[in-house]
Nanobody, 123 residues
Framework: QVQLVESGGGLVQAGGSLRLSCAAS????????MGWFRQAPGKEREFVAA?????????AYADFVKGRFTILRDNAKNTLYLQMNSLKPEDTAVYYC???????????????WGQGTQVTVSS
């Protein structure tokens, strides 16, 4: 089992940057595929990015963040990151990190979730 705690959200102007962090408990962090998801008010939770277990060389991104967001994992620190650049007002949402023992880009594929961190992008 793994527990996840996100941090780093906040208010930023359009075009700005934020880095989200997700601290994971336990000694098996490197064995999990890790993902970032987001949920805007009145909308379903959606996939943002994922990084495969192990070294983290294999990643996947939603089309709407490609070229702007980067997912990274630091297994030595049991931490997942999401570097977000060129932020847009439509990126406003609660961002969640999640873990799974399989490779997945689907919400239903993840077993463990953090509590979320709010990101607000002003125009």
């Amino acid at each position: 089992q793994v527990q996840l705690v996100e941090s780093g959200g906040g208010l930023v102007q359009a075009g700005g940057s934020l880095r989200l962090s997700c601290a994971a408990s336990g000694r098996t962090f490197s064995t999990y595929t890790m993902g970032w998801f987001r949920q805007a008010p009145g909308k379903e939770r959606e996939f943002v990015a994922a990084v495969m277990s192990g070294s983290g060389r294999t990643t996947a991104y939603a089309d709407f963040v490609k070229g702007r967001f980067t997912i990274l994992r630091d297994n030595a620190k049991n931490t997942l990151y999401l570097q977000m650049n060129s932020l847009k007002p439509e990126d406003t949402a609660v961002y969640y990190c999640a873990a799974t023992s399989v490779w997945s880009i689907n919400v239903n594929g993840y077993n463990y979730w953090g509590q979320g961190t709010q990101v607000t992008v002003s125009s």
